[in-house]
């Protein structure tokens, strides 16, 4: 029935629902990909380590909300030149 529904909602060309979230899945794995390359590992391993606290142990929720924090919203230091 939701696929009758979709389907009727649905232009010809257009992606489906299913479509579009896969994709969005797949975005969001290549922006973690990036997010975590060496590129910005100055940054995040200090955010990670401070969450870990000292008994260094962070769990796997609390990495991955940490990880997309620092994707999604976390700022950069700006280069001052002289």
């Not at 529904?5 to 990036?34: H, M, Y």
């Not at 940054?43 to 609390?62: C, H, K, N, S, V």
């Not at 990495?63 to 999604?72: S, T």
Request: aromatic share 6%.
């Amino acid at each position: 029935m939701a696929d009758a529904v979709q389907g009727a909602n649905q232009c010809a060309g257009e992606p489906s629902l299913t479509d579009l979230i896969e994709r969005s899945a797949e975005l969001k794995g290549q922006l973690v990909t990036f997010g975590q390359s060496a590129r910005f590992d100055q940054w995040l391993t200090p955010l990670l380590l401070e969450a870990a606290g000292p008994e260094r142990q962070l769990d796997e929720g609390e990495a991955i909300r940490n990880i997309d924090h620092f994707i999604l919203r976390y700022r950069l230091p700006t280069c001052r030149l002289p």
